[in-house]
């Protein structure tokens, strides 16, 4: 009877572990979603920067230009809002779990911070999807749509390009929850990021050593396969984000070895 309950024990823990964590992520996209999907300043991040460059790019139109939206110019501005609202939303989140004293407690919970992070990138993946329709309103009205554009590329694209984005913006995640807080801690992340996953032109337009850069990046894949490439690219995209998620894990894993052992004030 020993022997059996000796082993019972662990696997209980493990099965109410793994319960606890699964809770606990889903509690942070609620809660990601309930205290940001309808603030009107969270929506106008996600759509002004992308309009305003569909403006942009209609009023300079040369007389040759397509005017009908294409299936890479509605991903791509939607990406531009996409990366605006995932690193303003990823940065206050944060802040806000630093703020309301969460994460001791989340420290101690099942699953530690990691369930906390993951949840909170998720939401934020999932308020960016606002984007993806909005932008393709804008360019309809701007452009029109005609019957060639591909449906199935603008949302498959669309959706793993929010999730891609909000992997690659997890790193910033664990910044700020490893450092302090600085305001330039975001300088120049908006441009660079948007240069690397080509959501304005194709790849190969970049210069060659951006180019080579540009493979690292989830988004570019996804842009790829929305401009025509094959497959691989879909699959290539999804490999990375995968990895991207692997890299916030282990840092926060790593985070809070750290705060264990020297007693890292997180909250702080």
Request: net charge positive; proline share 5%; charged share 10%.
């Amino acid at each position: 009877m020993t022997g059996v309950r000796t082993d019972a024990a662990p696997a209980a823990r493990s099965r109410g572990g793994r319960t606890g964590s699964g809770a606990t992520f889903a509690r942070a996209i609620v809660d990601q979603l309930r205290m940001h999907a309808t603030s009107p300043m969270a929506i106008f991040s996600t759509l002004a920067m992308p309009c305003v460059f569909a403006f942009v790019i209609h009023a300079n139109a040369t007389s040759g230009f397509s005017h009908d939206t294409t299936g890479d110019m509605a991903v791509g501005s939607a990406g531009i809002g996409m990366l605006d609202s995932i690193i303003v939303l990823v940065l206050f989140s944060m802040l806000g779990e630093k703020q309301w004293k969460t994460l001791n407690a989340a420290l101690g919970s099942p699953g530690g911070l990691v369930p906390v992070v993951l949840g909170r990138l998720t939401g934020t993946a999932l308020q960016s999807l606002t984007a993806l329709p909005g932008t393709l309103i804008v360019l309809g009205l701007l452009f029109g749509i005609d019957g060639s554009f591909d449906w199935v590329r603008w949302l498959v694209g669309g959706v793993l390009l929010a999730f891609a984005t909000a992997s690659v913006i997890g790193l910033l995640g664990f910044a700020v929850l490893r450092f302090p807080f600085s305001a330039g801690m975001t300088n120049g992340l908006t441009g660079l990021i948007m240069a690397l996953s080509a959501l304005i032109v194709p790849q190969s337009a970049l210069p060659a050593p951006v180019r080579k850069l540009a493979l690292i990046m989830p988004q570019s894949h996804v842009m790829a396969w929305i401009r025509g490439a094959g497959p691989e690219r879909l699959l290539a995209a999804v490999l990375l984000t995968g990895f991207f998620c692997a890299l916030v894990v282990l840092a926060v894993h790593r985070l809070e070895n750290t705060v264990r052992r020297t007693a890292l004030p997180l909250e702080a």
